[in-house]
C-alpha cells in the first residue's frame, strides 16, 4: 500500500495490581499510558498503543497485544529492546514483530485465551495476595468440573455479562472453545479459551463455579442459569486479581481479520 507506515505487533506483559487497567485514564496510571510514553522517550511522539483488548483494574497479563504505526522502519528486536529500556519494572513488551500495513490488534484477532487463579486455604495467605482469588473454603473439583461441561460450545452468554444490557445490543452469543479446570496443590486454574467474551465473562463464570463447589448449587445448576440468559440467576463476580489474559489469538501470517477465520468474531473489549 503506498504511503503505509510500518505496523508493529507488540505483546506486552504486565502487573495488574499496580494499574487502573489497560485504557488511558486522566488522573491514574495506565497500562497503554506507559507504553505510550516508552514509544516518546525513544523519539516516536504521538505514537498511539492500540491493545487488542482493555483490562480492568488488577488483571495481569502475560500476552496482551498492541499495535503501532510508526513514521519509521525500526527493526523489530531493537524495537522491543528499546520500548523495554524506558518502561517500568512492573510492565514488558515479551515479543515484537513486523505485522501487515492493514493488521489492527482487535480487529484481527481471532479470540482469547484466560486463566484465573483460587487458592484454598483456611488460614489467610501472607504472600502474593494480588495475584490469585483467596477461598477459606475448600471445593469440589470434580462437581465443578463437571458443571463447566455445558459452557463449552456456541451459547448466549447474557448470564455471564455484568452489563447485559448494553451487551445484548451487540450480541451476547460466544464460543468457548476450551475449558479446562486445573487441580493445583492448594486450590485451582481454571483456563478457558474462546472466541471472545463479554465484559467480567470470565470472572462471573468463576464465582458460579464456586457455588458449585462450595456445595450451595447443584452441578445442573449452572446449565439452567446459562439458559436462563439472566445475569441475576448466577453467581457473584469473582475479584479482579485472579484473572490473567494469557494469549490473544491470530492467524499463523497475522493476515486475516476476526471474523473470517473459522470460528473468529469481533470480542468486546473488556474482560
Same mark, same amino acid.
Not at 504521538?46 to 525500526?74: K, L, M, P, S, Y
Not at 529500556?85 to 484466560?114: I, T
Given at each position: 500500500?503506498?504511503? =503505509?507506515?510500518?505496523?508493529?505487533?507488540?505483546?506486552?506483559?504486565?502487573?495488574?495490581?499496580?494499574?487502573?487497567?489497560?485504557?488511558?485514564?486522566?488522573?491514574?496510571?495506565?497500562?497503554?499510558?506507559? /507504553?505510550?510514553?516508552?514509544?516518546?522517550? !525513544?523519539?516516536?511522539?504521538?505514537?498511539?498503543?492500540?491493545?487488542?483488548?482493555?483490562?480492568?483494574?488488577?488483571?495481569?497479563?502475560?500476552? *496482551?497485544?498492541?499495535? !503501532? @504505526? !510508526?513514521?519509521?522502519?525500526?527493526? =523489530?528486536?531493537?524495537?522491543?529492546?528499546?520500548?523495554?529500556?524506558?518502561?517500568?519494572?512492573?510492565?514488558? &513488551? +515479551?515479543?515484537?514483530?513486523?505485522?501487515?500495513?492493514?493488521?489492527?490488534?482487535?480487529?484481527? =484477532?481471532?479470540?482469547?485465551?484466560?486463566?484465573?487463579? &483460587?487458592?484454598?486455604?483456611?488460614?489467610?495467605?501472607?504472600?502474593?495476595?494480588?495475584?490469585?482469588?483467596?477461598? +477459606?473454603?475448600?471445593?469440589?473439583?470434580?462437581?465443578? +468440573?463437571?458443571?463447566? *461441561?455445558?459452557?463449552?460450545?456456541?451459547?448466549?452468554?447474557?448470564?455471564?455479562?455484568?452489563?447485559?444490557?448494553?451487551?445484548?445490543?451487540?450480541?451476547?452469543?460466544?464460543?468457548?472453545?476450551?475449558?479446562?479446570? &486445573?487441580?493445583?496443590?492448594?486450590?485451582?486454574?481454571?483456563?478457558?479459551?474462546?472466541?471472545?467474551?463479554?465484559?467480567?465473562?470470565?470472572?462471573? !463464570?468463576?464465582?458460579? /463455579?464456586?457455588?458449585?463447589?462450595?456445595?450451595?448449587?447443584?452441578?445442573?445448576? &449452572?446449565?439452567?442459569?446459562?439458559?436462563?440468559?439472566? @445475569? @441475576?440467576?448466577?453467581?457473584?463476580?469473582?475479584?479482579?486479581?485472579?484473572?490473567?489474559?494469557?494469549?490473544?489469538?491470530?492467524?499463523?501470517?497475522?493476515?486475516?481479520?476476526?471474523?473470517?477465520?473459522?470460528?473468529?468474531?469481533?470480542?468486546?473489549?473488556?474482560?
Amino acid at each position: 500500500m503506498v504511503g =503505509a507506515v510500518p505496523t508493529y505487533l507488540l505483546t506486552v506483559a504486565y502487573d495488574g495490581s499496580r494499574f487502573h487497567g489497560w485504557q488511558r485514564q486522566p488522573g491514574v496510571r495506565t497500562v497503554q499510558e506507559e /507504553l505510550e510514553r516508552a514509544c516518546a522517550a !525513544i523519539d516516536l511522539p504521538d505514537t498511539h498503543v492500540e491493545g487488542a483488548g482493555r483490562t480492568d483494574t488488577g488483571v495481569h497479563a502475560f500476552g *496482551q497485544c498492541a499495535h !503501532i @504505526r !510508526i513514521d519509521r522502519d525500526f527493526p =523489530a528486536d531493537k524495537l522491543q529492546l528499546a520500548l523495554n529500556s524506558n518502561l517500568p519494572e512492573d510492565v514488558a &513488551v +515479551r515479543r515484537s514483530v513486523v505485522a501487515p500495513d492493514e493488521f489492527h490488534a482487535r480487529f484481527f =484477532a481471532g479470540g482469547k485465551r484466560y486463566l484465573y487463579r &483460587v487458592v484454598c486455604s483456611a488460614v489467610k495467605p501472607a504472600v502474593g495476595r494480588p495475584y490469585f482469588h483467596w477461598s +477459606r473454603r475448600d471445593v469440589d473439583i470434580d462437581a465443578m +468440573r463437571r458443571a463447566m *461441561q455445558c459452557l463449552r460450545g456456541e451459547h448466549d452468554f447474557a448470564s455471564f455479562a455484568t452489563n447485559p444490557g448494553y451487551e445484548r445490543s451487540r450480541g451476547t452469543v460466544r464460543t468457548l472453545h476450551h475449558v479446562h479446570l &486445573v487441580r493445583r496443590r492448594d486450590g485451582f486454574d481454571f483456563v478457558v479459551q474462546g472466541s471472545g467474551f463479554l465484559y467480567n465473562m470470565v470472572r462471573n !463464570i468463576v464465582g458460579t /463455579l464456586l457455588e458449585v463447589g462450595y456445595g450451595n448449587r447443584p452441578v445442573e445448576w &449452572v446449565a439452567e442459569v446459562l439458559k436462563g440468559a439472566d @445475569r @441475576r440467576l448466577a453467581g457473584a463476580t469473582a475479584p479482579a486479581r485472579g484473572l490473567y489474559l494469557l494469549r490473544v489469538l491470530y492467524g499463523d501470517d497475522l493476515s486475516v481479520p476476526a471474523g473470517k477465520e473459522p470460528g473468529g468474531e469481533r470480542s468486546s473489549p473488556r474482560r
